[in-house]
């Protein structure tokens, strides 16, 4: 298959898991969705595979000790827990998370351009702090139509007022009109 389709279809794959699973889940069970979310995981996150791979564990002993269910649930806060760790580590050594990606761009940024990327960075730690909070309380409190409705569509949308928002403030900080 070719590299940039099956990064597409990875990504369609990750984005409407949750909706896969609120369709699936009566048909096809929880533990093979569990599973599937568990591979799933460990695949889509290669920058961070020893932590997906823990991540992926614990969806696993989750299902084991408690109920198949909450593992499979589970999901969205394992990918906002690896999320966080992948840019809150960023903060600590290195390129801030935001800085690599606005480099790929603009190889030669300013002081004033690394304290931007930098504060960025914290958002989205935030942003994944946040996220993950709301969609662990989904998995423990919520019915799954909700579950599905908060994990793959509201945090979608959430996020992409996030990027949005922050593209706006990145134009005015810059002085380019919008």
């Known amino acids: 298959m070719?590299?940039?389709?099956?990064?597409?279809l990875g990504?369609?794959?990750?984005?409407?898991w949750p909706l896969a699973i609120y369709l699936l889940h009566d048909s096809v069970g929880n533990w093979p969705l569990l599973i599937v979310g568990a591979l799933l995981l460990v695949w889509r996150v290669p920058q961070a595979r020893y932590l997906a791979l823990i991540a992926a564990a614990a969806l696993i002993a989750l299902g084991l000790f408690s109920r198949a269910e909450f593992g499979m649930r589970a999901y969205p806060v394992a990918v906002s827990t690896l999320m966080f760790c992948l840019f809150f580590a960023s903060l600590l050594k290195?390129?801030?998370m935001i800085e690599q990606l606005a480099r790929l761009r603009e190889p030669h940024l300013s002081a004033?351009?690394?304290?931007?990327?930098?504060?960025?960075?914290?958002?989205w730690c935030g942003f994944f702090v946040i996220n993950g909070a709301i969609a662990g309380w989904t998995v423990l409190y919520a019915d799954l139509a909700t579950w599905a409705l908060y994990n793959g569509v509201i945090s979608y949308v959430l996020m992409g007022l996030m990027f949005a928002g922050e593209w706006l403030i990145r134009r005015r900080v810059r002085g380019v009109a919008v």
């Open 112 to 123: 004033e351009g690394v304290r931007y990327t930098r504060k960025v960075t914290r958002a």
């Open 94 to 96: 290195g390129q801030p």
């Open 2 to 8: 070719h590299a940039g389709l099956k990064k597409t």
């Open 11 to 16: 990504g369609l794959a990750v984005l409407a």
